[in-house]
């Protein structure tokens, strides 16, 4: 007999993300939006929610996560749902926006870490294990190098997804029209710079908010919503000091 309801992945290699050590609700919820995301698009009201794309606000997380302590219903405050999606939003794990019925979450990567046949099977992870400790000598010679190569790898998904954002914000990844490169070397330059400083994804997204709303029906203007212009050192930090302030600053202290 077939299970009713589908299933999600969840991939192992979570456990060497920087999620596995964040505190419980935060990770709570990051599975709760794997397993409410669509499976494929679908058609609300008129809005095509795509494959990987839900609409929640904090009170719809708030009543799915509940339990039960006697007789008393318990839910997760909305501090902790709001610091747990600037958490998500700023690994790059998300993307939201605003809608007149709650937040349109992005699930990023959804398509890769959904999809059966991306994963190997349990015997060839068996074997590449057993090899692994067997040549673990040399995996820590070459240990540096590793690390290197993860974060590289890192920096290229967060290209990705930074750059794909720009191209869907400013129409340019409407059929037939070219959009940025993310694997362009320049592009990679300048994001790279920037998280070398410190910034994190959100605020890329958060910068490309702000000047698309500012220059996309500008004819003079448009041309500069483009990685070199909003993502240079002096510009960026310029771009950055114009956003309004978040109101929920004060929530995001540390545990």
């Given at each position: 007999?077939?299970?009713?309801?589908?299933?999600?992945?969840?991939?192992?290699?979570?456990?060497?993300?920087?999620?596995?050590?964040?505190?419980?609700?935060?990770?709570?919820?990051?599975?709760?939006?794997?397993?409410?995301?669509?499976?494929?698009?679908?058609?609300?009201?008129?809005?095509?929610?795509?494959?990987?794309?839900?609409?929640?606000?904090?009170?719809?997380?708030?009543?799915?996560?509940?339990?039960?302590?006697?007789?008393?219903?318990?839910?997760?405050?909305?501090?902790?749902?709001?610091?747990?999606?600037?958490?998500?939003?700023?690994?790059?794990?998300?993307?939201?926006?605003k809608t007149?019925?709650?937040?349109?979450?992005?699930?990023?990567?959804?398509?890769?870490?959904?999809?059966?046949?991306?994963?190997?099977?349990?015997?060839?992870?068996?074997?590449?294990?057993?090899?692994?400790?067997?040549?673990?000598?040399?995996?820590?010679?070459?240990?540096?190098?590793?690390?290197?190569?993860?974060?590289?790898?890192?920096?290229?998904?967060?290209?990705a997804l930074?750059?794909?954002?720009?191209?869907?914000?400013?129409?340019?990844?409407?059929?037939?029209?070219?959009?940025?490169?993310?694997?362009?070397?320049?592009?990679?330059?300048?994001?790279?710079?920037?998280?070398?400083?410190?910034?994190?994804?959100?605020?890329?997204?958060?910068?490309?908010?702000?000047?698309?709303?500012?220059?996309?029906?500008?004819?003079?203007?448009?041309?500069?919503?483009?990685?070199?212009?909003?993502?240079?050192?002096?510009?960026?930090?310029?771009?950055?000091?114009?956003?309004?302030?978040?109101?929920?600053?004060?929530?995001?202290?540390?545990?």
């Amino acid at each position: 007999m077939k299970i009713k309801g589908g299933y999600y992945i969840k991939a192992r290699c979570i456990q060497n993300s920087e999620i596995a050590i964040m505190p419980p609700y935060v990770r709570e919820i990051w599975d709760w939006l794997l397993k409410e995301a669509n499976h494929s698009e679908k058609k609300i009201d008129g809005t095509v929610i795509k494959r990987g794309q839900l609409i929640r606000s904090f009170k719809d997380i708030q009543k799915g996560l509940h339990w039960m302590i006697g007789y008393r219903k318990m839910s997760y405050e909305k501090w902790q749902c709001e610091k747990s999606m600037k958490f998500l939003r700023e690994q790059g794990m998300v993307v939201t926006t605003k809608t007149t019925r709650g937040m349109l979450i992005t699930i990023c990567n959804y398509d890769y870490y959904q999809t059966p046949k991306n994963y190997e099977s349990n015997k060839r992870a068996t074997t590449r294990v057993t090899r692994e400790q067997q040549l673990a000598s040399t995996i820590n010679k070459n240990d540096k190098n590793d690390k290197n190569v993860k974060k590289e790898d890192t920096l290229s998904s967060r290209c990705a997804l930074i750059i794909s954002y720009l191209n869907e914000k400013t129409g340019r990844k409407e059929k037939g029209k070219r959009g940025f490169d993310p694997k362009n070397e320049s592009t990679i330059n300048f994001i790279r710079a920037r998280f070398n400083e410190g910034r994190t994804v959100k605020d890329f997204i958060d910068v490309i908010d702000k000047k698309v709303k500012d220059w996309l029906s500008d004819e003079k203007m448009f041309k500069f919503l483009r990685p070199s212009t909003l993502f240079d050192r002096t510009k960026f930090e310029n771009y950055i000091n114009e956003l309004e302030p978040d109101k929920f600053a004060k929530y995001y202290k540390k545990e």
